[in-house]
């Protein structure tokens, strides 16, 4: 009982206000459009740097490394701090970073510049992403729509990874690597909206401070009087969530195959322009961010980790077909498959929130941020992978991965994670 009412406490901390923000919400998933298409422009850019620079795979990985590991691991560390002492206003100082990173990529000379400006792009969504997805989950209120307000905040940056193949065919083929330059602009626009969510952030901080004061006084009395078994439940927690990170960590390198690699396949199998293999890379990031907005909701309906397990295994059979198929229905599979596999993008972060309440920045940098660095070592591996014994090779590799989603079986059931919350 006493476990109960401690667990409502460490809840309300979180989010004061009752009803859902919409408008917070909103506005938060649109700057994570912004965030994550200058984010994407990066491996959209691979071809143009392929041949303007005569980069390997090898070093186009090496860049894929540098953005994703430096966008990934710093967003745990930043989780941590800011679950001690929220920080509103390092939400529009991250994306000065990402301002100065895009700059830099327009005017980069050499390889070495380019990691350089993407090191600085990375630092930028590393910032933003666990203090993003906590406005979202403090913006849901306490309707019981997490996985809503989640999946509006998450299909922000799937929709801006949506446009990089655009952004590519439209921008940077005509234009070239100078046309990153126009992402400055995108930029200062995340910074001006960002602004406003911080001072709404503010204000949400100062409504925590009574109850943080309440807080402290009852985790002294629960100290002296719980004896029940916590080394149980923190095994649990812990197992569950290494197992969320290696499925998410699987299902990164199976979109980082996709989005980084897939386009050169396509150009040598179908002998297509740049352009052209950049329309079936955006159908598979327009689908899934469709995907996206609509897992969250029949997460909340259906159950978080029968969305997980449908998302890894219901992609698995289309995904083994994909290396085999024409170019007309490649582009029926891309949307298929980037809709099934990406619907459980949101649900992934709300289910690792539920299981360790009152910890939103850090469990969300864990599952946003360290298991798509682990991704990003994907990208080095699959790019040495494709020098090493070729394309189609590596291809057929990525597309096997979706079926280590037969694992989720093994994390706890929806009631069984409300029964960990209420021990």
Same mark, same amino acid.
């Given at each position: 009982?006493?476990?109960?009412?401690?667990?409502?406490?460490?809840?309300?901390?979180?989010?004061?206000?009752?009803?859902?923000?919409?408008?917070?919400?909103?506005?938060?998933?649109?700057?994570?459009?912004?965030?994550?298409?200058?984010?994407?422009?990066?491996?959209?850019?691979?071809?143009?740097?392929?041949?303007?620079? +005569? %980069?390997? $795979? *090898?070093? #186009? /990985?090496? &860049?894929?490394? =540098?953005?994703?590991?430096?966008?990934?691991?710093?967003?745990?560390?930043?989780?941590?701090?800011?679950?001690?002492?929220?920080?509103?206003?390092?939400?529009?100082? +991250? %994306?000065? $970073? *990402?301002? #100065? /990173?895009? &700059?830099?990529? =327009?005017?980069?000379?050499?390889?070495?510049?380019?990691?350089?400006?993407?090191?600085?792009?990375?630092?930028?969504?590393?910032?933003?992403?666990?203090?993003?997805?906590?406005?979202?989950?403090?913006?849901? /209120?306490?309707?019981?729509?997490?996985?809503?307000?989640?999946?509006?905040?998450?299909?922000?940056?799937?929709?801006?990874?949506?446009?990089?193949?655009?952004?590519?065919?439209?921008?940077?083929?005509?234009?070239?690597?100078?046309?990153?330059?126009?992402?400055?602009?995108?930029?200062?626009?995340?910074?001006?909206?960002?602004?406003?969510?911080?001072?709404?952030?503010?204000?949400?901080?100062?409504?925590?401070?009574?109850?943080?004061?309440?807080?402290?006084?009852?985790?002294?009395?629960?100290?002296?009087?719980?004896?029940?078994?916590?080394?149980?439940?923190?095994?649990?927690?812990?197992?569950?969530?290494?197992?969320?990170?290696?499925?998410?960590?699987?299902?990164?390198?199976?979109?980082?195959?996709?989005?980084?690699?897939?386009?050169?396949?396509?150009?040598?199998?179908?002998?297509?322009?740049?352009?052209?293999?950049?329309?079936?890379?955006?159908?598979?990031?327009?689908?899934?961010?469709?995907?996206?907005?609509?897992?969250?909701?029949?997460?909340?309906?259906?159950?978080?980790?029968?969305?997980?397990?449908?998302?890894?295994?219901?992609?698995?059979?289309?995904?083994?077909?994909?290396?085999?198929?024409?170019?007309?229905?490649?582009?029926?599979?891309?949307?298929?498959?980037?809709?099934?596999?990406?619907?459980?993008?949101?649900?992934?972060?709300?289910?690792?929130?539920?299981?360790?309440?009152?910890?939103?920045?850090?469990?969300?940098?864990?599952?946003?941020?360290?298991?798509?660095?682990?991704?990003?070592?994907?990208?080095?591996?699959?790019?040495?992978?494709?020098?090493?014994?070729?394309?189609?090779?590596?291809?057929?590799?990525?597309?096997?991965?979706?079926?280590?989603?037969?694992?989720?079986?093994?994390?706890?059931?929806?009631?069984?994670?409300?029964?960990?919350?209420?021990?």
């Amino acid at each position: 009982m006493i476990m109960g009412i401690a667990k409502k406490q460490v809840l309300s901390e979180e989010k004061p206000q009752q009803q859902t923000m919409y408008k917070i919400l909103v506005i938060i998933g649109f700057v994570h459009l912004l965030n994550d298409s200058i984010q994407a422009v990066v491996p959209a850019m691979f071809p143009i740097l392929q041949q303007s620079m +005569g %980069l390997t $795979f *090898t070093q #186009l /990985g090496l &860049i894929a490394f =540098a953005l994703n590991l430096t966008a990934s691991i710093i967003q745990p560390v930043v989780g941590i701090y800011t679950d001690k002492k929220p920080s509103p206003y390092a939400l529009p100082i +991250g %994306l000065c $970073f *990402t301002f #100065l /990173g895009v &700059i830099g990529l =327009a005017f980069a000379p050499s390889f070495w510049m380019v990691i350089v400006s993407v090191i600085f792009i990375g630092l930028g969504s590393a910032t933003f992403h666990p203090e993003g997805s906590r406005v979202a989950y403090m913006a849901a /209120g306490t309707g019981g729509k997490r996985g809503l307000a989640q999946s509006i905040f998450q299909v922000g940056g799937n929709t801006g990874q949506a446009l990089a193949p655009l952004i590519t065919a439209l921008i940077l083929v005509p234009l070239g690597q100078f046309g990153a330059i126009w992402f400055a602009i995108v930029a200062a626009l995340a910074v001006g909206l960002l602004m406003y969510i911080a001072r709404w952030y503010s204000e949400q901080i100062k409504l925590y401070q009574p109850m943080k004061k309440h807080k402290a006084k009852t985790d002294t009395a629960l100290d002296a009087n719980e004896v029940i078994d916590n080394g149980k439940k923190r095994k649990v927690i812990i197992y569950s969530i290494s197992l969320l990170i290696f499925l998410v960590f699987a299902r990164s390198w199976f979109h980082a195959g996709i989005t980084n690699f897939y386009a050169f396949y396509l150009i040598d199998g179908f002998s297509l322009t740049i352009s052209q293999a950049q329309v079936y890379i955006f159908i598979f990031l327009a689908a899934g961010a469709v995907g996206t907005f609509v897992g969250g909701p029949l997460a909340d309906r259906f159950g978080k980790r029968n969305m997980i397990f449908f998302s890894m295994l219901g992609s698995a059979p289309l995904a083994l077909i994909l290396p085999h198929a024409g170019p007309g229905f490649t582009y029926v599979l891309m949307a298929i498959i980037g809709f099934i596999i990406l619907s459980s993008f949101s649900v992934t972060v709300v289910y690792a929130q539920e299981l360790v309440p009152g910890k939103i920045g850090t469990v969300s940098g864990l599952i946003i941020g360290l298991a798509f660095g682990m991704g990003a070592v994907g990208s080095v591996a699959l790019g040495w992978f494709a020098d090493l014994v070729g394309l189609s090779n590596t291809m057929l590799f990525v597309v096997s991965l979706p079926f280590i989603g037969i694992l989720t079986v093994f994390l706890p059931s929806d009631k069984r994670l409300k029964e960990i919350n209420q021990e």
